[in-house]
Every structure is written in C-alpha cells, then in structure tokens.
C-alpha cells in the first residue's frame, strides 16, 4: 500500500497531541505556576474557563468563535493568547495561530505549552527550520512521557517531510488506444446551406493509438519555494481519419509556493501542434494560481491564465489573445479523497481585424477525486463551457454551449511497480446556433502508463 501523504499523518499527530497535554493536565501550566491562571478581572476569568471547557469537549471552533472578539481587550494576558492560539490552529488559522503564541512567549518565555502550540503551528505552515529547534528544546525539558513520545512524532514527520522536499524527476511513457465517434469533431449533417460537406468536415468515426512521452520535475529551493517543470510530446493516429493525425509538444517551467495557509504557483507554458504532418497551431502564455487553506479539509484558489493562441497563416483569422480565469474550492471529505467545484470564464480577444472569432466564455465543472481500494483512483468530471462570439458566422450570430465529461480509473503497480493502467471514456456534446458546428463525440480507450 502507497504510504497516505505527510499531512494526513501530521493531522493524525496534531489531534493526539491535543489530547495528551489535555489528559497530561496541561504540561505547561505546571511549569509557569500561578502566573497563568491570573487573569484582570471575573468576567475575563470566566471567559477563559469557558474556552479551556471548549477545548477540552474538542470544540475549537467553539472556543475560537467565543475568544477571537476579546483579542483587543486581553492581548497579552499570557493564558487568553495560548488559548486563543490553540483554537485558531485547531481551526485552520495558522498566521493568527503564530501572532498569538509569540505574544503569549513574549511575556513568559518559559511557557512549555506555548511554545509546543507555536512548534505546530510552524509544522502546519511550512515551516519545519522554524518547528525543529522548539520541539528540540521541548525535549530537553524532561516533558511527561506521552508528551515526549508526541514530539518524537513531530521530529520524525519533520525528517519525512524533508527527505520528500528532495528534487524529484520522473518521467513516463504513455501508450494509449481505443475509439473515438468523432475523431474529427464534426457535424454529422451531410449538408449545410445548401451545400455538400467535404468528407474531411463531416463526423468521422475511427479508431485510434497514441504514443507519448514527458516528465514532471519538482526541484525544491527551500520548504517553501520550488522550481516546477514538465514536458511532453505525442502522436495520435486514426486509421479511418488519417487528415486529423495529430502531433502535440508541450511544456511548462515555473516555481510553487506556499505561506502558512497560502499557497500557490506560477509558470510559462506553452504547446506546438501539427495535423497530419503540417503545423497548424500554438499557444504560449502565463499560468498562474493562487490559493488559501480555509481550514483543516477545505481550500480555496483562484487560477488565471493568458496567452496568445496562434494557427497556420491559411487559418489565422483564428488568431486570438486568450485571458481565463477560474474561481475553485476543494473538500477533503475522506482520506485521500476530494472533490471539487470551479466557476470558469474569459474572452477571446481576435487578433485580425473583421475576424469572427473573438468571443467571451462561461461556465463551471465539478470533479471528484477518490480511492478506489488499495491501489486504484476514480476520477470522474462534468462541465459546461458557454461561448458567445462577437462576429457573424455565413450571416448568423453564433452561440455554443459544450458539455464534458470524464470518467477512469487509475489502476497502479498494476503487476509490477511503475506500470499503471487507466480505462477512460471522455464525451463532449457541442451545440451551436451555427450548425455546422454543432456535434458530438466519445472517445473510449484504456491508457498504459509506464514510470521507470
């Protein structure tokens, strides 16, 4: 079985060490004697007595919800900023996490609790340099055993978490076969004002077989910058639409990042594309994505993308200038499993003048993500992607709305290690104002993928 990610495992680790400073008695409050349990007056005592109840019950977004609106008035007393810091890592806000403790720390640098608080919360953020040399000295204080043994946890998820920032390479050679409706994208009208379709324009059926190869290569700078690159370059044949055989490069070279509970990415792609044997387009553009873990099983990004899509010179009243954006939000709702939601849209802005081609678009796709047993993965995906073009198409304004659809199965280690097996059945509905571009297609194949 693969080994589940570091972060899981740190989740696993956090909750346990919660409830062992609880049964512990809070290991740091005997080491502080009385200073922590003064606080400026009843109300304020009382306060703090409700949220320590909270926390102990495992209600943190309880006990954040009852503390977070008296942070002006009691910041800086040393037990209301550790419980405050608790709650608000146990909930998913690290950076406020971090401020809290540091203040508590401030004021009783002596203070064991805040300073294994303010040792997760660096874990949680990202930054292990940070959480070591606190969970180190925490050692050196002859903490009560199961405390201790916690922190080994935390040390040794550390070490792992390191050894998996190492550069990693891996590339991979893909072979994929099966059949496709529509290999050319075609309407299945024979006819269109009046006039015979040529065969090339008209739905296709045909079997198919691809052959690629790329890599994907992560070489990390520190715990929290990266540089990211991959590659790949393909070709697809279709015996009964040899006109459409397509060869694809493409590639990508940027760096990921991340921040306490922000992360996100940046990167220069692009890709080259030829139909039967002669170039007839290319794209070349910025990616870039940003994103905010809302809380322990929820995330939230916002992906923007521009570049400048460009074909053959006897097509390039297609040329456009492309700009999209997405708008997401992912739930882990089970162990490695996650599904997600996206409002996408953008504009097409054409290059050449009097072209038809400039268009705005909108639409939304749901994914879902999920173990299926050991060692096999559902991917399943819906969308939908309206176009409304600026221009006229043989006199009639033009309007498409596509629908896709996604379903596989990734089978891996399938009998031996690195070979992985993946059935999939793709469809796209395109229905246009113009019917000439109205079709629809489903491609149906199993992909073999090999990992050295």
């Not at 495992?58 to 009852?66: E, F, I, P, Q, T």
């Not at 007393?77 to 540091?102: H, K, M, P, Q, W």
């Not at 303010?118 to 050692?139: D, H, I, M, V």
């Amino acid at each position: 079985m693969r080994e589940q990610p570091l972060r899981n495992m740190a989740g696993v680790i956090i909750l346990t060490g919660m409830m062992l400073l609880v049964a512990s008695g809070h290991f740091a409050h005997a080491q502080t004697g009385d200073t922590l349990r003064v606080a400026s007056n009843a109300s304020a005592r009382q306060l703090i007595i409700r949220a320590e109840d909270l926390l102990a019950a495992g209600d943190s977004s309880g006990a954040y919800v009852l503390l977070q609106p008296h942070e002006a008035a009691l910041a800086g007393n040393i037990l209301f900023d550790y419980l405050l810091g608790v709650a608000a890592l146990d909930t998913g806000r690290v950076g406020e996490a971090i401020f809290s403790l540091r203040r508590a720390l401030a004021v009783e640098p002596g203070f064991s609790g805040a300073r294994m608080e303010l040792a997760r919360a660096y874990f949680e953020s990202g930054n292990p340099e940070l959480a070591r040399p606190l969970f180190t000295q925490l050692l050196g204080e002859n903490p009560p055993a199961a405390v201790a043994g916690v922190i080994r946890q935390y040390l040794q998820a550390i070490d792992q978490r390191s050894a998996a920032r190492q550069s990693r390479f891996v590339p991979y050679i893909d072979l994929f076969a099966g059949y496709d409706t529509n290999a050319n994208g075609s309407t299945s009208d024979q006819q269109f004002l009046g006039f015979t379709l040529s065969p090339d324009n008209v739905k296709t059926e045909s079997g198919f077989a691809e052959i690629a190869a790329g890599f994907d290569w992560f070489i990390p700078r520190n715990p929290r910058f990266g540089w990211v690159f991959n590659g790949r370059a393909g070709h697809r044949t279709n015996p009964d639409a040899s006109f459409v055989d397509a060869t694809i490069i493409s590639g990508l070279g940027g760096f990921s990042w991340q921040r306490s509970a922000w992360f996100g990415r940046a990167a220069l792609d692009g890709y080259w594309g030829a139909r039967n044997g002669d170039p007839n387009e290319s794209y070349a553009g910025l990616d870039a994505l940003f994103g905010r873990r809302l809380a322990d099983r929820w995330d939230a990004t916002l992906s923007l993308r521009g570049g400048a899509q460009r074909y053959d010179d006897s097509i390039d009243v297609m040329d456009v200038n492309r700009f999209l954006y997405s708008l997401g939000i992912t739930h882990r709702f089970a162990s490695r499993a996650q599904f997600s939601a996206q409002l996408t849209g953008g504009i097409d802005d054409e290059t050449n003048d009097g072209s038809p081609y400039g268009n705005s678009k909108i639409g939304g796709r749901l994914s879902l993500t999920a173990p299926v047993g050991e060692s096999a993965w559902l991917f399943a995906s819906l969308g939908s992607l309206r176009s409304d073009y600026d221009g006229l198409f043989f006199g009639t304004s033009r309007e498409d709305t596509q629908l896709m659809s996604v379903l596989q199965i990734e089978f891996r280690d399938v009998l031996t290690r690195g070979l992985t097996v993946i059935p999939r059945v793709r469809y796209v509905d395109n229905d246009s104002d113009v019917d000439l571009y109205s079709y629809d297609r489903t491609e149906m194949g199993v992909v073999i993928r090999w990992t050295p």
